[in-house]
């Protein structure tokens, strides 16, 4: 794991997400929508969400730079309900810049299957030692209770009062030495779902 992050320049700013977690959270959400709103749901605005993200995580408008690291199993070559999507040709190396400043994307494959787990909270530990990162959203499958109680024991480790750390779950989970947001709203509204459609239902 560490040769793919070790040589890599940090920001100040960084989203670690297990992608094949969001991607699953954007079909779910994607199918239960289409049944209740009685519409195509499009796929996810990649962009979008990771803005979304970072306005949860305390970002506002201004000239920053943000990492997103997606951590994907490396059979998987894309994100099946985002788009872009295809990791090697869309996304890995690639940047885009709005009104938050420039976002760099770099895509991690996993060899290991089994070692999943190790590979994000190895990924988080390295991010945490960096002094120049100040502000770190995670996006950890948290429906998972040892990966989630992983994350957390890492987190409440963390003797820097100048960073800034948000994990996001589909619902609130057990706290620690972190702030928490709902991942659900991110993805709904990179999905296009508008708080007004539901409460019409």
């Given at each position: 794991?560490?040769?793919?992050?070790?040589d890599?320049?940090w920001s100040?700013?960084?989203?670690?997400?297990?992608?094949?977690?969001?991607?699953k959270?954007?079909?779910?959400?994607s199918v239960?929508?289409?049944?209740?709103?009685?519409?195509?749901?499009?796929?996810?605005?990649?962009a979008?969400?990771i803005?979304?993200?970072?306005l949860?995580g305390g970002m506002?408008?201004?000239?920053?730079?943000?990492?997103?690291?997606?951590?994907h199993k490396k059979?998987?070559?894309?994100?099946?309900?985002?788009a872009?999507?295809?990791?090697?040709?869309?996304?890995n190396?690639k940047?885009?810049?709005?009104?938050?400043?420039e976002?760099?994307?770099?895509?991690?494959?996993?060899?290991d299957?089994?070692?999943a787990?190790?590979y994000?909270?190895?990924a988080?530990?390295l991010i945490?030692?960096?002094?120049d990162?100040?502000?770190?959203?995670v996006i950890?499958n948290?429906?998972?209770d040892?990966i989630?109680?992983?994350?957390r024991t890492?987190l409440?480790?963390v003797d820097?009062d100048?960073?800034r750390?948000?994990?996001?779950?589909?619902?609130?989970?057990?706290g620690?030495?972190?702030r928490q947001e709902i991942l659900?709203y991110s993805?709904m509204?990179?999905l296009?779902?508008?708080?007004e459609?539901?409460?019409?239902q």
């Amino acid at each position: 794991m560490n040769n793919q992050l070790q040589d890599i320049k940090w920001s100040e700013n960084v989203i670690l997400a297990d992608a094949d977690y969001i991607d699953k959270v954007a079909f779910n959400l994607s199918v239960n929508f289409e049944r209740m709103l009685e519409r195509q749901i499009p796929k996810a605005d990649l962009a979008r969400w990771i803005d979304c993200v970072a306005l949860d995580g305390g970002m506002r408008h201004g000239e920053h730079e943000t990492l997103v690291a997606l951590i994907h199993k490396k059979t998987k070559t894309q994100l099946n309900n985002f788009a872009p999507s295809n990791y090697e040709e869309e996304l890995n190396g690639k940047a885009f810049k709005d009104q938050l400043g420039e976002f760099v994307i770099n895509a991690y494959p996993i060899e290991d299957i089994a070692g999943a787990e190790e590979y994000f909270c190895d990924a988080l530990a390295l991010i945490l030692e960096q002094k120049d990162v100040k502000r770190v959203m995670v996006i950890p499958n948290a429906e998972d209770d040892y990966i989630y109680n992983k994350v957390r024991t890492i987190l409440n480790r963390v003797d820097d009062d100048d960073k800034r750390i948000t994990v996001f779950a589909m619902q609130p989970m057990p706290g620690g030495n972190f702030r928490q947001e709902i991942l659900g709203y991110s993805i709904m509204a990179a999905l296009g779902i508008r708080g007004e459609e539901i409460n019409n239902q």
